[in-house]
């Protein structure tokens, strides 16, 4: 079943403890974003990646990193969480990198909690 | 630059009602657009998107939406509204020559009373 993953779907943790969130999509696309969800704030896009060893800052990368060293997967880093970025997080992928007409598929999202 | 503006962040009908939510885009360039829905516990998936083929774009689950450039809208309507539309929906728009960023509305929450 072609699909995005996302682990851990759960997470509570605090200040300062470093996380990953992973995300792994089997439908060899080029491109991969992250965003988070807030409640009146929409998505807003955290980071994104182009295609391997290809990644940029979307509106508020700030206290995230990622790195794309395979195509399938893209991890989104927290290396000092904080409250501020307790949130929904969610992955997605699209096929081609230029062409935009195509939709995002999307993981089922993470739900972070930073205490 | 690209930005959307979703009219409504709840929206509140009938079941059997018009359903209708309102999304407004900014693009400097020729833009796709997109409607997505979210589940309660679900990540989004697509209800349709315009892509410049036509301006009426018929998605799944009886939902539609037009593209108008003179309004600079691309507002999703369903004849009649069934529980199971209960839901958020997202309006997104992105372009070729901005390819990396994607940028989405606040999003509208549906209800549905019986």
């Known amino acids: 079943e072609a699909q995005v993953t996302q682990n851990p779907r759960y997470l509570i943790t605090v200040t300062g403890k470093k996380l990953t969130v992973t995300c792994s999509q089997n439908?060899?696309?080029?491109?991969m974003s992250w965003y988070r969800q807030d409640p009146g704030l929409g998505l807003r896009q955290i980071y994104y990646?182009?295609?391997?060893?290809?990644?940029d800052k979307g509106d508020v990368p700030e206290g995230y990193k990622v790195s794309r060293k395979e195509k399938r997967n893209f991890p989104l880093i927290l290396e000092s969480p904080s409250p501020n970025q307790t949130s929904l997080y969610f992955c997605?992928?699209?096929?081609?990198?230029?062409?935009?007409?195509?939709?995002?598929?999307f993981g089922p999202g993470t739900r972070l909690t930073v205490l | 630059a690209q930005s959307v503006t979703q009219l409504g962040s709840h929206v509140s009908v009938s079941e059997g009602a018009l359903v209708l939510l309102r999304c407004n885009y900014s693009?400097?360039?020729?833009?796709?657009l997109f409607w997505y829905v979210q589940y309660p516990n679900q990540g989004l998936q697509l209800l349709l998107k315009?892509?410049?083929?036509?301006?009426l774009v018929k998605g799944i689950n009886g939902f539609e939406a037009e593209f108008k450039k003179s309004e600079t809208s691309f507002h999703l309507t369903k004849p009649s509204a069934h529980m199971s539309d209960a839901a958020e929906y997202f309006c997104?728009?992105?372009?070729?020559?901005?390819?990396?960023?994607?940028?989405f509305g606040d999003g509208t929450t549906l209800t549905v009373k019986p």
């Open positions: 997605a992928s699209r096929p081609t990198q230029r062409k935009t007409y195509n939709e995002q598929f």
């Open positions: 439908m060899n696309h080029e491109y």
């Open positions: 990646s182009m295609n391997v060893e290809v990644t």
């Open positions: 693009s400097s360039v020729p833009p796709y």
């Open positions: 315009y892509t410049s083929a036509a301006t």
């Open positions: 997104a728009v992105s372009a070729d020559t901005n390819a990396g960023k994607s940028t």
